[in-house]
């Protein structure tokens, strides 16, 4: 049973440009997670995606930020026009359900340059 | 607002025990997770608290006492590649975990 995959693992942007991530969960997880990790930080929540729908999207940045969990296809954690401040490790688990043990992807590393 | 606190390093032997603290201060608390995380890898689940009382599993325990906020990862008998960092969540009733800033341990031969 593959565990969460997450790609790219690194991605490389300029500033201005689009970044679009990745995140197929665990077969029989319908619970996606998105999480931003700064050097040296804990991981930061920023949305809860079950399939079709948004559920939290609380630590989503107001702009720019944006998360889709489509009927079909992986989740997608998209970043619009990035800034250097967007450089971090992005991070997706998923779940059974709702507030069960969340099992985490190996991220992807963004880099604005 | 909610916050969790952990020791931001601890050293310690092979072969020795060691616990890494943490207290919270939440709303909507549902449980109390702790993860590993070697070199900013995957965080890689360890434990889980929604109980009062201690959790083993193997070489790991981890306790919990809702009523004075508070949680703790028992490590025995480290070994070497036990070194990472430890991280603290708690679960909130929407689902999401709320983490703490980590726990770097060091284990010395």
């Known amino acids: 049973n593959a565990g969460v995959m997450q790609n790219p693992r690194h991605l490389v942007r300029r500033r201005g440009q689009e970044a679009r991530l990745r995140c197929s969960p665990m077969?029989?997880?319908?619970?996606v997670y998105w999480y931003r990790q700064l050097p040296e930080e804990g991981l930061k929540f920023m949305v809860y995606?079950?399939?079709?729908?948004?559920?939290?999207e609380s630590g989503m940045p107001k702009e720019r930020f944006s998360a889709e969990f489509p009927k079909e296809g992986p989740s997608i954690l998209r970043i619009q026009q990035v800034v250097r401040g967007d450089s971090a490790a992005y991070f997706c688990?998923?779940?059974?359900?709702?507030?069960?043990?969340?099992?985490f992807g190996p991220g992807t590393r963004l880099l604005v340059l | 607002g909610q916050s969790l606190e952990q020791p931001s390093e601890v050293t310690a032997v092979e072969g020795a025990i060691v616990q890494i603290n943490c207290t919270y201060q939440?709303?909507?608390?549902?449980?109390l997770s702790w993860y590993q995380q070697h070199d900013g890898g995957a965080p890689t689940f360890l434990s889980y608290?929604?109980?009062?009382g201690l959790e083993e599993t193997g070489r790991f325990s981890s306790f919990l006492s809702r009523s004075d906020s508070y949680g703790y990862l028992l490590l025995q008998e480290l070994q070497m590649k036990d070194s990472a960092s430890y991280f603290c969540?708690?679960?909130?009733?929407?689902?999401?975990?709320?983490f703490g800033q980590g726990t770097t341990l060091q284990v010395k031969p």
């Open positions: 939440t709303s909507g608390f549902y449980g």
């Open positions: 608290n929604a109980l009062d």
């Open positions: 077969k029989g997880h319908s619970h």
């Open positions: 688990a998923s779940s059974p359900g709702e507030s069960e043990t969340q099992y």
């Open positions: 969540a708690v679960s909130s009733n929407t689902g999401k975990l709320i």
């Open positions: 995606l079950q399939k079709e729908n948004i559920i939290d």
